[in-house]
């Protein structure tokens, strides 16, 4: 076995800080829409897919790829929410063995009265620290390891399916 091929000082500070500010400025916006809203990260980004999908319904398998969770996590999480009123399970016609996940009208409620909480503490702890030229540095950031993954993992790790993220970069 050959020696791993360490990290260098600078490597780790960029690394190491990346995951730092990644930890922090979820924690935060986490938090306050928690406290504002009763919503918790988990309820959020279920609510935001379901908000943006045609007729507010998806897949469970849609949804799994969407929040990028394991089959476990987003049972449990449709459950709690389901029991919540946020959102139904409702039976797929095509496919007896599938089921949609549909935002009911209190979920409606929820997502439209949080996304403008979330969206001004977005900006609060993340864009009003950046200037214009540290957002287009991380947009070609993000799109090359973005590119580097997709180049190298061959099909969603996911769904199995080769094309599924196909549409992650413009």
């Known amino acids: 076995m050959t020696d791993p091929n360490w990290l260098d000082e600078r490597e780790q500070r960029a690394w190491r800080g990346f995951l730092a500010v990644n930890a922090a400025v979820r924690g935060r916006i986490a938090r ?17 897919s379901l908000s943006e999908a045609p007729g507010g319904r998806l897949r469970v398998f849609q949804l799994r790829v969407a929040a990028d969770w394991e089959k476990t996590r ?30 009911t009208d ?22 009003d620290a950046l200037g214009p030229g540290h957002v287009d540095a991380l947009i070609e950031l993000n799109d090359t390891v973005t590119r ?23």
């Open 32 to 48: 306050q829409l928690q406290q504002e809203t009763g919503l918790s990260s988990a309820d959020y980004a279920v609510l935001v």
């Open 106 to 127: 209190a979920g409606w409620e929820a997502i439209t009265s949080a996304a403008p909480r979330h969206v001004e503490h977005v900006r609060h702890w993340f864009f």
């Open 74 to 103: 987003l049972t449990h999480q449709i459950t709690r929410m389901t029991a919540r009123g946020l959102v139904a399970r409702e039976p797929c016609a095509d496919d007896p063995r599938g089921a949609f996940v549909v935002l």
């Open 148 to 170: 580097h993954l997709l180049s190298t993992d061959g099909p969603c790790a996911p769904c199995d399916v080769p094309s599924s993220c196909d549409d992650v970069l413009p």
